[in-house]
């Protein structure tokens, strides 16, 4: 659950500048689930959690479609349309061990992932085939017209895209709980629609998938969201708290939206070490309170700061907030054309290789000087 971001050897780690400043980070797994996880960047600062999200979005390598030859197409889209909407289907590579043939090389140290796309394909630019190979692209065919039997339109989804990769193919269910409803509703995996068919209309085109990066295009981008909070924190006077009145306790909790702050319960309540780890009684419960949404409380914590000033015998507010300048916490949720988890640890390659480079210029700068 706990991820030791800093560079072995190095002075420099991700948590900032050598000497003083130098800290080591670490990355501890809050939730993580099929394309979503949230996680805590702990020990660092914002410059760095600012350009752990940027790259998550913008250098992350992914596959997507880039060209589309159009044989024949009569359906009411143009044929930009369908070229873009074929673009920003994700494309899910699945590694098989002992089956699929990997790149070899000194420059993929930096994504040391055995599932990495770049361990299996190499940019187009840096490939030293004409115009595409099994190493550099992907082909995919698509020819559906309609069978004119009937009246009713024809939907054409990804599931009619004929990959010419078995390890690359598009994405259809996101989440595996998605498939789990489908399969409970008796629904059919149809696919992502990229366009539908009426009666004497057909579709015949093929497209070349290729690598690349968000930077260049929004269809690279392995998320749909990646964004980051500081973590707050959270100050009770819990004794005074449990000697108020319980609808003076009441009142609090009501004076943010519900699910904000709450009564103790036995999944809040952690015990000390030095307790023999014995849950609270219920009403023992309902003397404490505790922050049930880390990332509204803050929105809310002035009122909350005024109300319990006002319940205070010292005048002194029962709860008061504020937050962490080391500690973010981060949301993210991928699009499906690779495992959260590990669009998470590519963007820690990709930072640490930056920095790794970043470090050999400057020392050559440095020898050049001297």
């Known amino acids: 659950n706990e991820l030791k971001m800093q560079s072995s050897g190095s002075n420099v780690g991700l948590g900032g500048a050598s000497g003083k400043h130098n800290r080591k980070s670490s990355v501890v797994i809050r939730s993580l689930m099929d394309n979503e996880a949230q996680f805590e960047l702990r020990n660092s600062d914002t410059s760095v959690a600012n350009a752990l999200r940027r790259v998550m979005i913008s250098e992350v390598v992914t596959m997507a479609i880039d060209l589309v030859t159009f044989e024949e197409n009569s359906s009411v889209l143009n044929d930009e349309i369908i ?55 992907v082909e995919f065919k698509l020819d559906i017209s309609h069978p004119g039997e009937d009246e009713d339109n024809i939907t054409v989804t990804t599931n009619d895209l004929i990959s010419g990769d078995p390890d690359v193919q598009p994405v259809n269910f996101s989440t595996n709980f998605e498939k789990e409803i489908a399969k409970s ?25 290729k690598l690349g990066i968000g930077k260049e295009h929004a269809k690279w981008t392995p998320v749909a969201r990646s964004v980051f909070r500081p973590q707050p924190i959270i100050n009770f006077d819990h004794q005074a708290i449990s000697a108020l009145h319980q609808r003076q306790r009441l009142k609090i909790i009501q004076c943010a939206p519900k699910g904000v702050l709450g009564f103790l319960s036995d999944e809040d309540y952690i015990p000390p070490p030095d307790s023999p780890g014995t849950h609270l009684s219920r009403i023992e419960q309902q003397k404490y309170i505790v922050v049930k949404n880390e990332a509204a409380i803050l929105d809310y914590i002035e009122d909350v700061t005024i109300l319990t000033r006002a319940l205070s015998s010292t005048g002194k507010p029962l709860i008061h907030a504020t937050v962490s300048e080391t500690n973010f916490i981060f949301d993210v949720e991928a699009v499906g054309s690779m495992p959260v988890d590990e669009i998470i640890l590519c963007a820690i390659y990709a930072i640490k290789s930056k920095c790794e480079e970043l470090k050999g210029e400057l020392g050559a700068i440095e020898e050049d000087v001297n």
């Open 83 to 137: 070229a873009h909407r074929l673009g920003l289907i994700p494309l899910k590579y699945s590694y098989r061990p002992g089956e699929t043939s990997l790149l070899e090389g000194n420059d993929l140290k930096i994504y040391p992932i055995d599932t990495d796309i770049r361990r299996r394909f190499r940019f187009t630019r840096d490939c030293d085939c004409d115009t595409h190979c099994a190493w550099c692209s």
């Open 185 to 209: 509703n008796n629904f059919k995996d149809k696919g992502i629609t990229i366009v539908k068919l009426g009666k004497g209309q057909k579709i015949k085109l093929s497209c070349l998938a």
